[in-house]
């Protein structure tokens, strides 16, 4: 007969979890707060710019009244000078779902970082520390010849991770090549053999995916905003303070206000810019999320209305199924 702290951790090992997946702007904020203030839930964000504190404009973090109605976790992190990795974010995400589950609340997860998510989800494998001189001798190889050159590098030392890496993304190229060529192993081995998954939770994906037009609007209309709200204004403060070696200042938008501010880009060439880098983003974050496993995708925007009915009846199975509409708990099931 199972006894009382059976009992608790059968509890513990099903406790329900959200998480939406999605290209930037197809509507995940949006959702996410719909669903937690139906579920009395919390919103844990998974985006690797909006983890630093001062960036806002360019971030396009929930708005002041969205974090007003809901609590949000793993906004405003760190200084804009402070490295974070997805390692750390796994951890202290890890963190904020554990504090979550303790108040009994509906953990949701919203964010388009896709390797953040995967950290978050599937755990990180133990990698070999940093080889800086190896390190150096790579960026300079990507700056000689591009990031295509590192791409088929690393196509001919582990394929595998070649092909979960976009040629164009010259950081984890380098890291990919670093870990391969300092462990004498394939970094996709290596991940395959140590990683650390999320354990006690009982995971329920959505994913976002408006028709592509559409979603191109939104994402020009959005960078447009960007600049119109100040977004060059902001990153001429945190140049000044921050240098213009700070990495989050090399993130989409605030590197092309930078360009504008040096010079380098009119004003129309910064947003043109700015739309064509974030449609691009998007492209790569929908062929990351479409490789994920178990994913309910929802055709169209997350703040639209229908969308977030048929959202919201499958969260309401999610938790029914798991048997946790119970008085232990403080989220309930919507009865209207």
């Not at 579920?39 to 404009?57: K, P, Q, T």
């Not at 890890?94 to 755990?123: C, F, H, M």
């Not at 890291?175 to 140590?194: F, N, Y």
């Amino acid at each position: 007969m199972d006894g009382p702290n059976q009992e608790s951790e059968s509890k513990k090992s099903s406790y329900p979890l959200v998480v939406l997946h999605g290209a930037t702007a197809s509507g995940k904020t949006s959702l996410a707060v719909h669903l937690a203030q139906r579920f009395s839930g919390e919103v844990v964000s998974c985006d690797s710019v909006a983890v630093y504190r001062e960036l806002e404009i360019g971030t396009a973090k929930p708005s002041r009244e969205q974090r007003a109605l809901v609590p949000h976790h793993m906004l405003d992190v760190v200084w804009p000078n402070q490295p974070y990795t997805a390692g750390d974010y796994a951890r202290d995400a890890r963190d904020s779902l554990a504090d979550i589950q303790r108040r009994s609340k509906l953990p949701i997860v919203a964010g388009g970082t896709g390797l953040y998510l995967r950290a978050l989800i599937d755990g990180l494998f133990p990698g070999p520390t940093r080889f800086e001189s190896l390190r150096v001798r790579l960026r300079e190889m990507e700056q000689e010849r591009g990031s295509s050159y590192l791409a088929r590098i690393l196509q001919r030392l582990d394929p595998v991770s070649a092909s979960r890496i976009h040629p164009n993304d010259a950081p984890k190229l380098v890291r990919a090549i670093e870990v391969t060529l300092a462990s004498q192993q394939k970094m996709s081995t290596l991940w395959e053999a140590g990683r650390d998954p999320l354990q006690g939770f009982r995971i329920l994906r959505l994913g976002l995916d408006p028709p592509r037009p559409a979603l191109y609007e939104r994402i020009n209309q959005r960078a447009a905003a960007m600049f119109s709200n100040g977004l060059v204004e902001e990153t001429e403060h945190l140049l000044a303070r921050y240098g213009e070696d700070c990495r989050p200042l090399l993130s989409l938008g605030y590197k092309q206000a930078g360009m504008l501010l040096r010079g380098d880009l009119s004003m129309q060439d910064a947003i043109a810019s700015t739309q064509q880098g974030h449609r691009n983003y998007a492209k790569r974050q929908m062929t990351w999320f479409r490789r994920e496993p178990n994913v309910h995708w929802l055709d169209g925007f997350g703040d639209d209305p229908a969308i977030a009915q048929k959202a919201l009846a499958q969260v309401e199975v999610h938790v029914r199924q798991g048997g946790e509409v119970r008085g232990d708990l403080k989220f309930a099931v919507p009865t209207e």
